[in-house]
């Protein structure tokens, strides 16, 4: 089973930016969308960004929409999420996923999920 990878988390000011990567173990993902998600203290895990096959249907949660891009690398395998403009609100854990089709994912849909990486984003 494909195994994920991800990295980049850490403290920030508010205002800040981070970029999380996700690094996938084989090829296998290539077909398939990707994404990420988040768990807040207390909150239940929520949809973030995805995107899917050759770069398609790009999908973002509205709390992020104009601050966050995803994109991925497929030479590498790797899925990335540019975070800009960070508010204390987007502290979370953020998971990777692979999904089981290929254009759109959800957290029905997820085959596989990265153990996780803490974004802090103080005030």
């Known amino acids: 089973q494909v195994q994920l990878a991800e990295s980049g988390g850490g403290l920030v000011q508010a205002g800040g930016s981070l970029r999380l990567a996700c690094a996938a173990s084989d090829r296998t993902v290539s077909n398939n969308a990707m994404g990420w998600f988040r768990q807040a203290p207390g909150k239940e895990r929520e949809f973030v960004a995805s995107?899917?096959?050759?770069?398609?249907?790009?999908r973002y949660a509205d709390s992020v929409k104009g601050r966050f891009i995803i994109s991925r690398d497929y030479a590498k395998n790797t899925v990335y999420l540019q975070m800009n403009s960070l508010e204390p609100e987007d502290t979370a854990v953020y998971h990777c996923?692979?999904?089981?089709?290929?254009?759109?994912?959800?957290?029905?849909?997820?085959?596989?999920w990265g153990q996780g990486t803490q974004v802090t984003v103080s005030s």
């Open positions: 996923a692979v999904g089981r089709h290929p254009i759109a994912l959800g957290q029905s849909t997820v085959r596989t």
């Open positions: 995107i899917g096959w050759k770069g398609s249907n790009e």
